[in-house]
């Protein structure tokens, strides 16, 4: 039987993002398609209009409604990038990169991803569970209703399951969509890195080991590698992206963060979904991604809490037609910030969009870099009612008061996921 429907009314703005179902490129980022005076028509978990509010009123009758309250309605943001599942938190590190160590630096000493998997092995899946529900319940509370989540904090074949268990019950419980990745090539484990042979033992484990049990399983939608100088060859990540594609799995990469390795050639030329970071990318890379489906997704969050000069080039990429997207990298070392608004003020800021090219690539393209685009991400007849309401009278106020919070409300295919104020909902 289907449910009554709901509209959603009294927003000063609706921020539709309606277009076509994939991701957008060049010009098409610049029009989240602003909506104001407009209601929406909410049956079974799914967007049936966006039109004036006396039509639908005429074309529902004795629908529900929901008072928006002058507040501004958006697609849920996607975060398509986290590493949501850890223990300890690293504030400690955050003061070594003050006093001069970097990230490469703090790695060799055994702490960054290092100190983080010593610490996940040690925890049970019950603790790791209690953490991480914690934590993306707060992500939810920025206006995010569909979240990736990584593992790659275990680096052994039962520490990975683990993490991905943990992944597995979150989605089961929590409102928020999420969609898991396997990351067993986070970092070379200590343990293998002794000799050559005893690193390619571990590419083995992966590719012989781990990625048949994860896809066996079903615990994965994505596979993943940190392909980076010191970390990941382009040949090591492309056998264990590779391996992966073949058990059913769909492709992600961390390329060229620090340093430009040939990481975003390697996303385009196999057809990863996503290639991420990009900050160091080459020309090449950049020409490379814009012949591909390839989204690109910048973490600017990363670059500021590591205190970077450098940006990824989020114009040039939108200039050579590349669709970009934007995530926090929420994780416990580079980028402890769940918030997604604060990451649209970098993107305007320090990346240079627009706000409607900062809109488009936390939602639309979000969605595009989890191979949703067709389901989520717009405000637009049939797609999955994932809403957010702020309480701002212009979405233009989202980057612009920075560091804040927003977000009143969010839902999920219709049913409330996230609520803030008294009386929404
Ligand atoms: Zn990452």
């Known amino acids: 039987m289907s449910e009554p429907t709901t509209l959603f009314v009294n927003a000063s703005e609706v921020v539709t993002c309606a277009g076509p179902p994939r ?13 104001s005076g407009v209601a929406v028509a909410v049956a079974d978990g799914r967007v049936v209009s966006v039109g004036p509010l006396a039509d639908l009123r005429a074309r529902h009758r004795g629908a529900r ?22 223990g300890r938190p690293r504030y400690d590190e955050q003061e070594l990169r003050a006093a001069g160590l970097d990230y490469m630096e703090i ?36 206006g995010t209703t569909t979240v990736e989540v990584k593992s790659g904090y275990g680096l052994t074949l039962e520490d990975e399951l683990k993490t991905l268990r943990v992944i597995r019950r979150l989605s089961e419980t929590l409102p928020l969509r999420i969609v898991p990745t396997f990351l067993g090539a986070h970092e070379i484990p200590l343990e293998h890195r002794d000799s050559a042979a005893s690193r390619r033992a571990y590419v083995d484990l992966l590719v012989h080991d781990m990625i048949p049990a994860v896809a066996r399983e079903g615990l994965a939608r994505f596979a993943d590698v940190f392909c980076e100088t010191g970390v990941y060859t382009v040949d090591e990540s492309r056998e264990i992206l590779t391996a992966a594609r073949d058990a059913g799995l ?29 900050a160091a990318v080459s020309d090449a890379g950049i ?22 000069p450098k940006q990824a080039p989020a114009r040039r990429f939108i200039d050579a037609g590349v669709p970009v997207a934007l995530a926090t990298d929420f994780n416990p070392g580079t980028s402890p910030t769940a918030n997604v608004s604060l990451i649209l003020t970098l993107g305007v800021s320090q990346l240079r969009l627009t706000v409607a090219e900062a809109v488009i690539a936390a939602t639309v393209n979000g969605a595009a870099a989890l191979a949703l685009a067709d389901r989520i991400g717009q405000i637009a007849e049939g797609y999955t009612a994932d809403l957010a309401l702020f309480d701002v009278e212009d979405v233009r106020e989202l980057p612009y008061w920075y560091g804040d919070n ?20």
Not at 72 to 82: A, E, K, Y
Not at 406 to 425: E, M
């Open 23 to 35: 991701a957008r490129r060049g010009g098409e980022m610049n029009d989240a398609v602003v909506q």
């Open 287 to 308: 020409a490379a991604l814009a012949q591909s489906s390839t989204v690109a997704t910048l973490l600017p969050g990363t670059m500021l809490f590591l205190g970077k």
């Open 107 to 142: 790695a060799r000493r055994g702490g960054g991803i290092h100190s983080s998997v010593r610490d996940l092995r040690q925890r049970s899946e019950d603790e790791l569970f209690r953490l991480a529900e914690r934590r993306l319940g707060r992500l939810a509370s920025f």
């Open 65 to 86: 409604e929901v008072d928006c309250r002058g507040g501004v309605l958006t697609p849920g943001f996607v975060d398509s990038h986290t590493h949501g599942v850890f």
């Open 250 to 278: 769909l492709m992600k990469l961390h390329a060229d963060e620090l340093t430009s390795a040939g990481g975003a050639e390697l996303a385009a030329s196999i057809g990863a979904t996503s290639a991420d970071h990009l």
């Open 406 to 425: 927003r977000c009143v409300a969010t839902w999920v295919a219709g049913k409330p996921c996230y609520t803030r104020d008294l009386g929404v909902g």
